[in-house]
């Protein structure tokens, strides 16, 4: 009826991913002769692949959700915020990092701070590199830009998933 085929025979078999949780249904209709154990032996392997790849498509969606998530925090956090790698050279910051401190992310990523005009915060830095939460508070003095502030800053590690440290975040 209006440009369906009329169902004669309908096998309905649940998808379902690595965990056995169910992530879908995959159906077959109007076979001549209907659906046996055989038919829903053979449609087990291709039943067994689909759910994998749905259940793959559902964490890798996941996994850009929550990047990006912390993608617009960094980038939208009204603190100012800076990523470095052990060798205490900035990776990246967040624009309210780079208005503190009166100057660009351009001039800032890529930074080696080992050779900041001001080594106050050195300290503060090296312990989260060596896997420790640092602080440093008092007056500071860009190397970028003539700001001259006083700075309230904590550091802490950041890991790989195997606890390795990669760097630090203040």
């Known amino acids: 009826k209006d440009g369906h085929p009329i169902l004669t025979s309908f096998l309905a078999i649940p998808v379902k991913g690595p965990n056995g949780n169910v992530v879908g249904v995959m159906g077959v ?3 001549p002769g209907g659906y046996d154990n055989k038919i829903v032996e053979f449609l087990s392997p291709f039943v067994a692949n689909y759910g ?3 259940e793959k498509y559902q964490t890798e ?3 850009k959700e929550s990047e990006e998530r912390y993608r617009l925090l960094f980038r939208r956090s009204p603190v100012g915020v800076f990523h470095y790698d052990t060798q205490l050279h900035i990776t990246d910051c967040n624009d309210r990092f780079a208005a503190i401190l009166q100057s660009s ?3 800032l990523v890529g930074l080696d701070m080992k050779t900041l005009r001001d080594q106050s915060v050195l ?3 090296r312990q989260a590199a060596e896997g420790e939460d640092g602080f440093y508070e008092g007056f500071y003095r860009a190397t970028t830009s003539p700001a001259e502030i006083w700075v309230s800053m904590r550091t802490a590690p950041l890991v ?3 606890g390795q440290v990669k760097g ?3």
Do not use: F
């Open 105 to 107: 992310r351009e001039r």
């Open 61 to 63: 969606e996941a996994l």
């Open 160 to 162: 790989d998933l195997q």
């Open 168 to 170: 630090g975040i203040g």
């Open 52 to 54: 994998l790849l749905i």
């Open 123 to 125: 300290s503060a830095l």
């Open 29 to 31: 209709a109007n076979r």
